[in-house]
Structure formats: C-alpha cells, structure tokens
C-alpha cells in the first residue's frame, strides 16, 4: 500500500469532518488484508453520533463502497475497504503454514482445521477435540 495514498486518504477524511463542522485529526492507523483503519482523534466538541451519521460522506470523498466507524479499547477508527484486498484460497494458506515450523506441528496433531486469517492476517487454527469448542458454524461462499 502506498503511504502517499494513505496520506491523501488521511487529508480528504479530515477536510470533510471539518466541512461538516466535525473536526477530527487522523493520528495512525492499521493496515488488515480486507480493510484500512484510520485512527481518529475527535475535537472536544465534536460528538460520536455526528462523526457515524458522516461515514456515508466519507466513503463518497474517499470513492470506495463503505465506511464505519468503529470503537476499540479506547480508539476511534474509521474502516473502509481496500481497493487491492483479495480472496485467500485454503490451498495458499496452507502452503504458507506448512512453512512455519510451530504451526505445522500443529496442524499435525488429529482434529485441527484451518479456519482462514484473522482481521490482522494472523492464521486461525481450530481443535475440534478441545472441549472449549463445544458448537462451531461454518460458512463459506464460492466467490461467484
């Protein structure tokens, strides 16, 4: 991802909380394989339910198909999606685990699935033996 881009992204969801006389700074954010997370720091006098009722006004300036505003041990982000994110195949996860030592021992023991990755990319991994995994829904679509 291009730190310009995310910096121009940063500029034009300032102007436009600041257009709509709801001033808010973008101090960070993170980077997920599906989403970008700009880190807000709101005016004192800006309030929470006019920062959400913008995040249509947002994902219009920034050209993607959402926005939302999310709330996380003390942190306020905005999330819109990634324009370069794609889909994981099992297969490709599974090459990529079998190359980390730790968790193809894991994935060695009977009864452990693959899941998928996490918000962050992290790997999940399910032991359907544990007695912590009493019931367990899995849902899936074929991409088309």
Known sequence: MDKQLLNL??????????????PARVWGGRLTPRTIQFHLA????TKLARL????????????VSSARLT???????????????????????EQQLQADDA?????????TAILGLDAEGVPL????????????????????
């Open 9 to 22: 992204q940063s500029d034009k969801i300032e102007s436009v909380l600041s257009a709509h006389k709801s």
């Open 103 to 111: 968790t193809r021992r894991a994935l060695a023991c009977a009864g």
């Open 71 to 93: 709330r996380a041990n003390g942190t306020l982000s905005l999330e819109i999606p990634r324009a370069d994110s794609r889909f994981v195949t099992l297969a490709e996860l």
């Open 125 to 144: 991994l399910l032991r359907l033996s544990s007695p912590d995994v009493a019931h367990v829904l899995i849902a899936g679509t074929t991409g088309r």
């Open 52 to 63: 959400e009722s913008l995040t249509e006004e947002v994902a219009l300036a920034l050209g």
């Open 42 to 45: 709101p005016a004192a006098t």
